[in-house]
């Protein structure tokens, strides 16, 4: 927004108004002061620079046309739980990978790098408070989110980079080019503040096998000595419990002018049932990482982020799978490949169905 645009209008002078002795009047009042210091009034109306106030985040990742996976699984929870999302999509699919068939094309850096110039003669990176990037379609992407990365955070010095590693999942290996690990390891993990692989991209990350807690423990570790200041483990099975699935958070993040600790620093992991959804469900990688990182900027609490997203996630998976007449588990229903039903699940964004204990590990 180029211009100042009116917001609100007061209909008595602001001398007139009476502050009652009591503290919340008080810190309305307060802020009230502090809006009309630093901005407008002309003739009772209050014009403001919204693009001062706003603070967004920067999603670069994959994007389908039909179905949930990159962007279209990661932006509505971030906006429904009161974000500001600017999209860059590194792929234009009709539809995501797991079809077997598909058409459209990888964007390319050219292009993504040149929306990212755009944003900032715009002079909107400054007001960038997290950049979130997913699958790449090519390795030379990764290396414009990099450069992206280190300009957003000289403008904005408290951004935060949460980097979801794409690169495959137990059962189907890898679906990135062979080219693409590599530059998580050594270009963008180092970068990160969050990083949100599933078990498989952990191992695969770190030459670790998982098979238990211990073991992801070291794995979280390497990521740790990296760089990354929080490790979120989806998809975790190391605990080998038939029927159930976990995910693990760890918080190493020190205070400092990017974000302030987590009062619940260390690990913590989580436990719930598994659905019956196999592999056959795309985007639920991409949307666990958006309402982690949108609940994290909100509390700062590594324990309480787990417990949020964790209960949003699995009522959305729940809901998606409750309007498929088979939950065998099988990719194959009479309505297709199964695809995530965000929209019909939104309440459970903010106002989740399930509460899933997050215990401290030891």
Not at 81 to 106: C, D, M, Q
Not at 132 to 154: E, F, N, Q, T
Not at 171 to 184: C, E, H, Q, S, W
Request: charged share 20%; aromatic share 6%; proline share 3%.
């Amino acid at each position: 927004m180029n211009r100042s645009s009116p917001v609100a209008k007061f209909d008595c002078p602001l001398q007139n108004i009476a502050v009652r002795n009591n503290s919340k009047t008080k810190k309305i009042f307060f802020l009230i002061s502090v809006i009309l210091s630093e901005n407008k009034v002309i003739n009772g109306i209050l014009f403001m620079d919204i693009k001062e106030i706003l603070m967004a985040i920067l999603s670069i990742q994959s994007h389908v046309v039909y179905g949930y996976a990159g962007n279209t699984a990661a932006v509505f929870p971030m906006q429904r739980l009161g974000r500001e999302v600017w999209a860059i999509n590194t792929v234009e699919f009709s539809n995501h990978t797991g079809y077997g068939e598909w058409t459209g094309k990888v964007l390319g850096e050219e292009l993504i790098g040149s929306l990212i110039n755009g944003l900032e003669q715009r002079g909107a990176l400054k007001n960038c408070e997290a950049v979130l990037s997913g699958y790449l379609g090519d390795a030379s992407v990764g290396s414009v989110i990099a450069d992206a990365v280190r300009r957003i955070k000289v403008l904005s010095p408290k951004a935060i980079y949460c980097c979801d590693p794409v690169m495959g999942d137990a059962g189907r290996g890898f679906y990135v080019k062979p080219d693409i690990p590599d530059l998580f390891r050594n270009v963008l993990i180092p970068l990160a503040d969050i990083i949100t692989p599933n078990q498989f991209e952990l191992e695969a990350l770190t030459g670790i096998e998982i098979k238990d807690i211990d073991s992801a423990r070291k794995a979280i570790d390497i990521l740790h000595e990296k760089g990354a200041g929080v490790v979120l483990v989806t998809s975790f099975l190391g605990d080998g419990k038939k029927g159930q699935i976990g995910m693990l958070a760890s918080d190493k993040m020190q205070a400092s002018d990017k974000m302030q600790a987590s009062d619940k620093s260390g690990l913590y992991s989580v436990i719930t049932p598994k659905l019956p959804i196999g592999q056959c469900m795309a985007g639920s990688g991409d949307i666990t990482a958006s309402v982690f990182l949108s609940r994290y900027l909100e509390t700062g609490d590594i324990k309480k982020t787990l417990e949020l997203c964790t209960a949003s996630v699995f009522g959305i998976l729940e809901e998606s799978l409750k309007s498929y007449n088979n939950n065998s588990g099988s990719c194959s229903t009479e309505a297709g490949i199964m695809e995530l039903k965000i929209i019909q699940a939104q309440k459970e964004l903010d106002s989740p169905s399930y509460s899933f204990r997050v215990k401290k590990v030891t």
